[in-house]
């Protein structure tokens, strides 16, 4: 055991000094796995390209630059202008106003791009300044936004979820269906905390705007096509009428035929989509292809069973470790995004999740959570940095203070997660059954 704890600590170690002077986390990983694999467990390199590759020969996977091809479309055509708007005409009137847009758009905006990133960038640009042109507390304002981007990735199609699910063997179509309740729930909760904000604290919104019902029809009508577009691929899933990646695939094909219907299909945005689908599928590949390798070196010299079966040793209690678990993500999402969280932990988590018996569709709805709301947490939480740099003349202080309150609502999510499993497992079963 003496040879297997000095090899973790050395690898570890190196992996952290890589992290530290800078190093893209695929390149770090990647490095770290070659050492491994040539000098402690004694393999060839050709082991790097038979595991990567076993890794990526994935039909399942073609649905996740699919789905980013058909939000980068509608993204790009206008479509969340418009769909802000129209739910701004239906619900601003309420207590919270635009921060009720921010957060109902968040979770129509998840089923295009399930990506809280492109979330944070996307509402920090055409929700806000409406926000500022309107005199709404800067705090309000920019916390609803940072808060409702954690609806992207729990809301299917959820691209992280389907990188999981890949990975892990899992199936796309349940942890996808698993994600629909509590993102519904996590909305929910969140318009309560700004509802009730509002209500408590009149000063950070200005007088709501009522629009007429000709006004709102109007404005319906214009997202109609593109909320249809959404519902009928993930309901040929649900149903299954289509595979995940088949139901991508009309996505991406419908996506554009519906920008061209309306005009908004120019080079530039087929150009922009495609060279950001080509990024962050590459991007997120190459770190999947990285990790399993150095999955592969860990299990090899012995350390993944070690670690599990010393945690498993711990007179703890499921609960227990689950709770370290979250606080794990809590610290490590001041640094990294819940994707890299996943490849960089999940080799060593996952043999623990399955010794303890539980169900992996259910974890994977609680990892996004606490990978999620971790990027949101200061000092250094990654979400809060994208709003700072998207809207840069307001302070990282105001920016945390607006998102604080959320947490309320996240974590009970959470809690309802723990107390009540059912409210991630019950769909998938009902569309296995």
């Known amino acids: 055991m003496g040879f297997e704890v000095g090899f973790a600590v050395f690898l570890l170690g190196l992996l952290l000094f890589l992290l530290v002077i800078g190093l893209e986390i695929a390149w770090a990983i990647g ?208 149903l299954g009428i289509m595979t995940a990646t088949e139901a991508a695939c009309l996505g991406a094909f419908l996506s554009l035929v519906l920008t061209l219907a309306y005009r908004q299909l120019t080079f530039e945005v087929l150009q922009t989509s495609l060279l950001g689908t080509l990024k962050v599928t590459s991007f997120s590949l190459f770190i999947m292809a990285m990790s399993t390798l150095v999955s592969h070196v860990f299990n090899s010299a012995g350390i993944i069973p070690m670690i599990k079966d010393t945690v498993l040793a711990l007179d703890m209690g499921k609960n227990s470790i689950l709770v370290l678990f979250f606080l794990m993500y809590l610290f490590l999402g001041m640094f990294f995004d819940s994707w890299s969280m996943l490849f960089l932990t999940f080799p060593f988590v996952m043999p623990i999740i399955i010794g303890l018996g539980i169900d992996p569709v259910w974890w994977g709805i609680v990892y996004v959570l606490a990978g999620e709301q971790s990027t949101i947490t200061p000092p250094f939480g990654l979400t809060l940095f994208v709003l700072r740099g998207v809207i840069p003349w307001q302070p990282m202080g105001t920016v945390v203070k607006g998102a604080l309150p959320y947490f309320l609502a996240i974590y009970s999510t959470i809690v309802l997660l723990f107390l009540f499993p059912q409210m991630a497992l019950w769909l998938p079963s009902i569309l296995g059954g």
């Open 31 to 238: 490095i770290v796995a070659t050492v491994g694999l040539i000098w402690y467990v004694d393999q060839p390199l050709s082991q790097i390209a038979e595991t990567s590759w076993g890794s990526l020969n994935s039909f399942t996977l073609t649905a996740m630059p699919l789905f980013i091809f058909m939000g980068s479309i509608l993204g790009n055509s206008g479509v969340n202008e418009r769909l802000f708007n129209a739910i701004d005409k239906w619900v601003g009137h309420l207590p919270g106003g635009l921060a009720n847009s921010v957060i109902a758009g968040n979770a129509v905006f998840g089923a295009m791009c399930g990506s809280t990133m492109a979330a944070t960038a996307t509402f920090g640009k055409i929700a806000y300044p409406e926000m500022e042109r309107r005199q709404y507390a800067p705090k309000y304002g920019l916390g609803s936004i940072a808060a409702g981007t954690v609806l992207a990735p729990l809301i299917p199609p959820s691209i992280i979820l389907i990188l999981y699910g890949a990975w892990q063997g899992e199936s796309i179509v349940d942890l996808l269906a698993a994600g629909v309740i509590p993102g519904l729930v996590l909305t929910t909760l969140l318009l309560a905390v700004a509802m009730i904000w509002d209500l408590i604290d009149p000063s950070v919104t200005p007088e709501k705007v009522n629009y007429s019902w000709a006004e709102r029809f109007k404005a319906l009508f214009e997202v109609t096509p593109f909320v249809l577009l959404i519902a009928g691929v993930l309901g040929a899933i649900f």
